[in-house]
């Protein structure tokens, strides 16, 4: 049973910090690019930031470039989203995402992690 498992969020304030984790179970994902999405109240969910499984190849979206970093442990099975310099328009549930575009599609969810920054 493939499982995502989010951690690492939580309520800070405005200009802190929060590495959100993944854990990733049940398969392997060498193929998988791994993600990290975002859907605050009343908005549409949005793409973060991806990076392939050998960690050679990072996307960001524009607004949290320069703040944010993703990464991956692969001996871990695990990929990280620091984040710095949050503000209060981050806040929004994280979804941890897994997706296989070579071959059949196949995509997994996380369960998600609040992150909450105050102004």
């Known amino acids: 049973q493939v499982q995502l498992v989010e951690s690492g969020g939580g309520l800070v304030q405005a200009g802190g910090s929060l590495r959100l984790s993944c854990a990733a179970s049940g398969r392997t994902f060498t193929l998988y690019d791994m993600g990290w999405y975002r859907q605050a109240p009343g908005k549409e969910r949005e793409f973060v930031a991806t990076?392939?499984?050998?960690?050679?190849?990072?996307n960001y979206l524009d607004s949290v470039k320069g703040r944010f970093t993703i990464s991956i442990d692969n001996a871990k099975n695990t990929v990280y989203l620091q984040m710095n310099s949050l503000k209060p328009e981050d806040t929004a549930i994280y979804y941890c995402?897994?997706?296989?575009?070579?071959?059949?599609?196949?995509?997994?969810w996380g369960q998600g992690t609040q992150v909450t920054v105050s102004s």
């Open positions: 990076i392939s499984w050998t960690g050679g190849t990072t």
């Open positions: 995402n897994a997706l296989r575009r070579a071959g059949p599609i196949i995509e997994y």
